[in-house]
């Protein structure tokens, strides 16, 4: 099965940081669409942002653009999330995807990561 794994998730203040890594392995990562969601308890899947295949487009979510940036490494088959002035509503489960296209739509994405749990605390 390929499945990207992600990491960097965790407690953070409100108006804090973090980066979040998304590592891949079985796949040619620069085939691939790099994706991120986040899914907090109860509530839909929602789009955060992605980035094609060779880093020349990107899109990103209307809740936090401005505020994060995606970027890759083929190289190092390792995408990234950088998060900044986090929000309480930040809080979430966040998902790392590969797909075929830079959408926001879940249904683009073929391969998913099992989730890194992010928390902003008030």
């Known amino acids: 099965q390929v499945q990207p794994v992600e990491s960097g998730g965790g407690l953070v203040q409100a108006g804090g940081s973090l980066r979040l890594s998304c590592a891949a392995s079985?796949?040619?990562?620069?085939?691939?669409?790099m994706g991120w969601f986040r899914q907090a308890p109860g509530k839909e899947r929602e789009f955060v942002g992605a980035?094609?295949?060779?880093?020349?487009?990107?899109r990103y979510g209307d809740s936090v653009r401005g505020r994060i940036t995606i970027s890759r490494d083929n190289a190092k088959n390792t995408g990234y999330l950088q998060m900044n002035s986090l929000k309480p509503e930040d809080t979430a489960v966040y998902y790392c995807a590969l797909g075929l296209a830079t959408s926001g739509m879940s249904n683009s994405y073929a391969y998913w990561g099992q989730g890194t749990q992010v928390t902003v605390s008030s």
């Open positions: 980035l094609s295949r060779t880093g020349g487009t990107t």
């Open positions: 079985s796949v040619t990562f620069s085939s691939y669409t």
